[in-house]
């Protein structure tokens, strides 16, 4: 089976790192909750628009190493990969920030992966299964070249697209339940994934 996963809010969490930053930053105060999507509506009930977008850019590129790693991703790699599964990481990314500093957003998230993919002190992925495409369309044309059997990311745009390959199944990732997609499946945690998917040997 081929298994493509999103990045950014999918494997990676951002959501404590955007508090803190915005935190340092005055941007907010602190009884705005420690989730992106609260930050974020906070600063956008405020006009900070471009705060927010510059915010973004920092967050994605010079303190990208804070980033947490959702539970279970580690698990579900390790788990798919054993079983002989193939397995891509296919994201939508910019090179470099829309506004702000110009950090090399890429570059930065390879770092990360580097030094968070780890299962038995070895990288879990080579980097040729790790796609960062500049647009939405490249990503979803990535998808289908990868001939992905399944593919998971926490935007339903990516997953309800016209461009989304019709042999690829859609698995929503939305920990908060932001989402009800009427003909997607949806699961909060990466644990339901692993069970979905027939990986749980508990
Ligand atoms: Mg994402």
Not at 9 to 29: M, R
Not at 108 to 132: C, G, H, T, V
Not at 134 to 151: H, M, N, S, V, Y
Not at 152 to 162: Q, R
Request: proline letters at 4%.
């Amino acid at each position: 089976m081929r298994i493509g996963i999103d990045f950014d809010n999918t494997i990676a969490c951002y959501d404590e790192l955007f508090h803190k930053v915005a935190l340092e930053q005055g941007l907010i105060n602190n009884l705005t909750p420690a989730n992106k999507v609260a930050v974020r509506d906070h600063m956008r009930s405020r006009g900070q628009e471009a705060d927010w977008t510059e915010l973004q850019g920092v967050v994605y590129g010079k303190r990208m190493k804070e980033a947490a790693i959702f539970s279970g991703v580690l698990e579900f790699i390790a788990y798919a990969i054993e079983r002989g599964d193939e397995v891509y990481i296919i994201s939508h990314k910019t090179s470099h920030p829309v506004i702000g500093p110009r950090y090399d957003l890429h570059a930065a998230a390879r770092q990360w992966i580097e030094q968070n993919l780890i299962w038995d002190k070895a990288l879990l992925l080579p980097s040729e299964q790790i796609f960062f495409k500049p647009t939405r369309e490249e990503k979803l044309a990535q998808i289908e070249r990868c001939g992905c059997d399944l593919f998971i990311d926490d935007l339903p745009e990516v997953l309800t697209s016209a461009a989304f390959p019709r042999q690829t199944e859609a698995i929503l990732f939305d920990p908060e339940g932001h989402h009800r997609l009427p003909d997607t499946l949806s699961f909060a945690t990466w644990q339901e994934i692993m069970v979905y998917t027939g990986m749980d040997d508990s």
